[in-house]
């Protein structure tokens, strides 16, 4: 009930902030990790609420139980009174306390046996986890094995078992186990030091006093002691038996009053340690010179601490001073914009972490030169990163660029890090807890989607794809993670292409199959092929501009050579039509295809040829490469056209067929001859064009010639005639048939006929005769004898000196012979 009051009262009024306690530091899983976190109180109401049930039906007490609350209160009063009466007793009540003062203590002894079985059923957060944990066993476990020793034998009543084991002075040395309540008392300053409703300046002054009084409460008490354990014949051999203030001895101190003795012992003691004594007192057997020597040289430590938290007081610029000036900056932040109670708590928490030097190595390593922190954060961050599933099979040097940019953040549990649909600029590595990735369906409904535990990564599919954020990430357990922005990330990327190559390829292999990850994948293989293709043109932009520094470069980092742009241009197309001898020797040296041919058509010999660059062309013919041009034809008749002589030669002397034929069956030659461009024409000749060749028309570029009236042309293939008859003469009847030889296309149908009727032809060589040729055709085909050849125009043809090289022909079947076969039977 009083958690339910409170828990309205906050809601409709948001209290200052009050700061907690952080008590201890958190040891990871793994013993080797720097996992030292703080651990605290946090207001994460949406945490708690949902275990409050269960720790109500196996009655567990929440540790901010406004009853709770008050029985801590109560306690530390008992603290207190326990931390200054036991040196006192142990100093002045040498033969047992009395009547009034023994049922005191014994109360007081109670109320601590009380709150111990009390503290077997408070509730606490995990140290590695950091939920809050209900289970009774476990609480009873915890308890056992720290606090519960010393605050068992710190109840028993020490007076009554001192009398009882026959006053054996022993005994009463374990009074001082008591001692361990102080603890209470320490933390309440801490505690109060960092609350902002409180004055910092007199919490420090009382706390300084309070530390001071009990440190010389406490020496008073023992230099009294050390004087009654002599006996009653030495007590002049004390420092206060013999002392002497005036006319008033000490002699038989036993006798005084209590107040009196105490007020004595403590007023000494102050002196002694303010190291101001006038010789009212000094030790006068050994183990009071003993104790004097170990309380002074005390005394100069808690001088120097008193001192020094005064400086600190007066400078203002203790650590907890300028937490509490930013706390309460925050406080007036948030008050003035209303922030929701969520993001008010998530803000203390991270504030108070904060605090502890721990939680993050910025502040300390900020004066360091970079080389010396690079070196510091490979060492600490580089044994997570390289078991990161998602840097696998990555370089050695990509890894240690990783490291080097790294940031070490905490996250509380409750605390969305990613929201679904946000912009990720942001990629994280898990240390040590546990996430949890959600998705959010139409219906509002959530969808764990998987856990993420140590060695995993999120947000690197919004990172590497340019998405939004496909789904939330939220804390389950006190996370360590390592933050990578973005910018940093893809700078390193540009540089190491192909281990960014084996990030996206590890990406597509880590995620699940379901609808959603589908998708996901879609999104990361268009991502790759737009890189590798963002690749391929830096690659060609740095072979277009001639650096080859640049290109040795994204070579070295993974860059494909061999990967083409979108017109299929490789890296050595460019470096041949640039006319750039060094890169073309460097990419041949990594094994690029030197015949590969673009979407045009232009191979890297063909680009150099164009260019002029005879240099690069030797060097490719060097290695092998060759003008395999699939329309030879056609660069042959517009260079022709265009006048170009120049490539003419260089295209011709590198082994390009000079009789080539477009789809007219015109060569080169005719194209010159017709236009009437004699010095074309001559090159074609040198180069060994043939005057005799034949377009689909049966012209030669003798007859084109004649027609465009050119009379130098006229005579240079006249002469060129002359020579090729001579020469042809020349050779054997066998060599001048297959210089001679012409084939032809036979199909077995009309060229008018429909294309359902149509059925595939053969090849032939041109025999002597049309009679060889029908009875090559019928054999070939199943046509009977008789049949006739047309052209594509349907007309008949009757002499096979009709026929040119390459020409269509129609056999035109009279009668099919599966059709006479089907007769007969």
């Known amino acids: 009930m009083a958690r339910k009051e409170r ?27 720097r996992f030292h976190l703080l651990r605290k109180e946090l207001g994460l109401d949406a945490t708690r609420r949902s275990c409050v049930r269960d720790s109500f039906s196996t009655f567990v007490i929440l540790p901010d139980d406004r009853l709770y609350e008050l029985w801590v209160h109560f306690i530390l009063i008992w603290a207190i009174y326990s931390s200054f009466f036991t040196p006192f007793e142990f100093g002045f009540f040498n033969n047992g306390l009395p009547r009034n003062l023994f049922f005191l203590d014994i109360t007081g002894q109670l109320a601590f046996l009380v709150d111990i079985v009390l503290r077997f059923f408070v509730a606490y957060r995990d140290d590695q986890t950091y939920q809050m944990v209900y289970k009774r066993t476990t609480i009873a476990i915890r308890y056992l094995r720290s ?12 007076d009554v078992i001192y009398h009882a084991c026959g006053r054996k002075e022993i005994i009463r040395y374990l009074l001082w186990i008591r001692l361990s309540r102080a603890q209470k008392v320490i933390d309440f300053f801490r505690k109060m030091e960092k609350d902002i409703r409180v004055n910092y300046l007199l919490t420090r002054i009382v706390k300084l006093i309070f530390v001071e009084l009990y440190c010389t409460h406490t020496a008073a008490c023992i230099f009294y002691y050390l004087a009654t354990t002599l006996p009653e014949s030495h007590e002049g051999y004390t420092w206060i038996g013999s002392l002497k203030m005036g006319d008033f001895s000490y002699s038989s101190f036993r006798e005084l009053d209590l107040s009196t003795r105490y007020w004595t012992s403590l007023y000494f003691a102050i002196i002694t340690m303010a190291t101001v004594g006038y010789g009212d007192i000094h030790a006068v057997n050994v183990r009071e010179m003993i104790f004097i020597m170990i309380f002074v040289s005390f005394d100069m430590v808690l001088s120097a601490y008193l001192i020094g938290n005064m400086t600190a007081l007066i400078v203002k610029g203790s650590k907890t001073e300028r937490f509490r000036d930013k706390m309460a900056d925050l406080m007036k932040y948030m008050n003035r914009n209303r922030l929701g109670k969520d993001i008010r708590n998530q803000i203390k928490g991270h504030l108070r972490l904060q605090y502890e030097s721990s939680y993050t190595d910025a502040a300390v390593l900020k004066d360091i030169p970079v080389s010396i922190r690079s070196k510091i954060s490979q060492r600490i961050y580089k044994p997570f990163i390289e078991h990161v599933s998602l840097f696998k099979g990555c370089s050695p040097e990509f890894i240690n660029q990783i490291v080097t940019k790294l940031h070490e953040e905490f996250f509380l549990p409750g605390e969305v890090i990613l929201d679904q649909g946000n912009v990720v600029d942001q990629l994280y590595f898990v240390c040590h807890g546990v996430l949890e990735e959600v998705g959010i369906g139409e219906n509002g409904t959530e969808d764990t989607i998987s856990i993420l535990k140590p060695n995993s990564t999120f947000g690197e599919v919004s990172i590497l794809c340019n998405i939004p954020q496909p789904y939330i990430v939220r804390v389950c357990e006190l996370c360590r993670l390592l933050r990578l922005d973005k910018q940093s990330f893809m700078n390193i990327l540009q540089i190491y292409f192909f281990d960014g190559r084996t990030i996206l390829n590890n990406l597509v292999e880590g995620k699940e199959s379901n609808l959603r990850m589908k998708q996901i994948k879609s999104d990361i293989t268009f991502h790759i092929g737009r890189q590798e293709a963002e690749l391929a043109l830096r690659v060609n932009n740095a072979v277009y501009h001639g650096d080859l520094y640049q290109l040795r470069s994204l070579i070295h980092a993974g860059a494909n050579p061999n990967k083409t742009d979108y017109d299929g241009r490789s890296p050595l197309h460019l470096a041949a039509s640039r006319g750039y001898e060094d890169i073309t020797f460097f990419l041949i040296q990594k094994g690029v ?24 062309a030797s060097l490719l013919v060097k290695e092998g490469a060759s003008l395999n041009i699939a329309d030879a034809s056609s660069h042959l008749c517009q260079a022709v056209i ?29 194209v010159a001859a017709a236009e009437g461009l004699y010095s074309m024409a001559k090159i074609l000749i040198e180069a060994g064009a043939s005057v005799f060749s034949k377009d689909r028309w049966g012209n030669t570029p003798l007859d084109e010639s004649h027609i465009c009236g050119n009379k130098n042309l006229i005579n240079l293939l006249e002469d060129a005639k002359a020579a090729q008859l001579s020469e042809f003469h020349g050779y054997s009847h066998e060599i001048r048939d297959k210089m001679h030889r012409r084939k032809c296309t036979v199909f077995p149908f009309h060229p008018w006929d429909p294309q359902d009727n149509r059925r595939e032809g053969v090849i032939l060589w041109v025999p002597h005769t049309m009679e060889e040729l029908s009875k090559t055709a019928a054999e070939q085909l199943k046509c009977s004898d008789g049949s006739c050849f047309l052209t594509e125009d349907a007309g008949k043809i009757h002499d096979i000196d009709m026929i040119y090289d390459g020409q269509k022909l129609y056999f035109v079947c009279q009668r099919p012979m599966f059709f006479t076969e089907k007769k007969n039977k």
Do not use: M
Request: hydrophobic share 25%; net charge negative; glycine share 6%.
């Open 147 to 158: 606090q519960f020793v010393i605050d068992f034998l710190a109840c028993l009543p020490w």
């Open 593 to 616: 295809n030197i015949n590969n041919s673009d979407k045009f058509g232009n191979t890297p010999l063909l680009e150099a040829i164009k260019n002029g660059h005879d240099r690069v």
């Open 642 to 670: 265009r006048g170009d002589s120049d490539f003419l030669k260089r295209v011709l002397s590198n082994g390009l067929d000079p009789n080539s034929k477009d789809y007219d069956h015109r060569t080169p030659l005719h």
């Open 7 to 33: 828990e309205e009262n906050d809601s409709s009024e948001e209290p200052e902030f009050e700061a907690e306690e952080i008590e201890d530091r958190l040891q990871s899983r793994r013993g080797n990790c």
